[in-house]
């Protein structure tokens, strides 16, 4: 919903196509057996990040609060439905991502079994995610570059 797509995503288009505030954006999600770590990277001018990060932080309050829109939700379901083929397109991904799953115990296939939760999601099902795992208020924001102004 709010990454990973380019321009297909809700940071990237309230930060950059509507705001002008970033250059890019991403989000990454390190997930552990306790504890995960949601990311949420972008480019930008000194003198832009505070009003970057309002924005960002304003995203993420509003997953948790409104459900998101129909076509949100296809598009995301989309992305990630079509990254499953993707990501095991050589024998080489294909045997790296089973020897990952077999690593940390998952089953074989894994990417089958989030397929069928893909799309079985709904605005609702996300909406309840996000308010049960982000927390905005402990956000941490790491600057490289000059201070933010």
Request: include cysteine; charge should be neutral.
């Amino acid at each position: 919903m709010l990454g990973g797509g380019f321009y297909a995503t809700r940071l990237y288009h309230d930060l950059r196509q509507v705001a002008g505030l970033v250059y890019n954006v991403d989000v990454s999600l390190a997930a552990g057996e306790s504890r995960a770590t949601y990311s949420v990277s972008y480019g930008c001018d000194p003198d832009k990040v505070s009003k970057a990060r309002a924005l960002v932080e304003r995203d993420l309050k509003q997953m948790s609060t409104e459900p998101v829109t129909d076509a949100e939700l296809h598009q995301a379901k989309a992305l990630l439905l079509r990254s499953i083929p993707l990501g095991e397109s050589s024998e080489e991904a294909v045997a790296g991502g089973m020897l990952a799953r077999a690593q940390i115990g998952l089953p074989l296939d894994e990417p089958v079994r989030a397929a069928k939760k893909y799309v079985a999601l709904d605005a609702a099902a996300v909406k309840a995610a996000f308010e049960r795992h982000i927390k905005t208020d402990n956000l941490v924001q790491v600057v490289r570059g000059p201070a933010p102004q």
